[in-house]
């Protein structure tokens, strides 16, 4: 596999292994390490511009809590897309369709709950399909811990793009 660095975005390809032609991987770190402490925290991570990219895979990356999680103590996981770059016109993405994984709730768009202390130390995948006709050009994760986290829990977020071409229609 082959690795290099680009404005602090890692390109890996894949073909050099494997000798599949126009098979790429572009990896990058959407959410630097961050322990989250504060009630009602919401922290996003980049967005990843998704265009002529076929899929976007997150990773939610979460580590052992500091604190007893519990009903009234906890952190969710949301995946948000929009059609800009303007961090108020990102909304949570609902539609079943335009995920591979399923959703913990739908109404709210949320991939995770993690509000007992087994849950934590945890990878939460959410993999959107980029190339389906409701997608939308940019998806980022959202971090919200509720409850008073005195004190913290990690968290850290990759995407990978990956699939340059469009699949044909019937993968939907």
Request: aromatic letters at 8%; charged letters at 15%.
């Amino acid at each position: 596999m082959a690795f290099r660095t680009l404005n602090s975005i890692t390109h890996v390809t894949l073909s050099s292994i494997f000798h599949l032609p126009n098979f790429s991987e572009y990896c990058f770190q959407m959410l630097a390490p961050v322990v989250l402490a504060e009630n009602g925290d919401h922290n996003e991570s980049a967005h990843v511009d998704g265009l002529g990219w076929a899929r976007v895979k997150h990773q939610a990356l979460v580590g052992n809590s500091g604190n007893m999680l519990a009903a009234g103590l906890y952190l969710s996981i949301v995946l948000q897309h929009s059609d800009t770059e303007t961090d108020g016109d990102f909304a949570a993405v609902t539609d079943q369709e335009l995920l591979e994984e399923t959703f913990d709730d739908a109404a709210s768009g949320r991939l995770a709950l993690i509000n007992v202390p087994a849950e934590d130390q945890v990878v939460v995948n959410a993999e959107y399909k980029q190339s389906h006709p409701n997608a939308k050009r940019y998806t980022r994760l959202s971090f919200v811990q509720v409850g008073n986290h005195a004190n913290g829990i990690p968290c850290g977020a990759i995407g990978t793009k990956y699939h340059p071409e469009t699949p044909n229609a019937d993968e939907y």
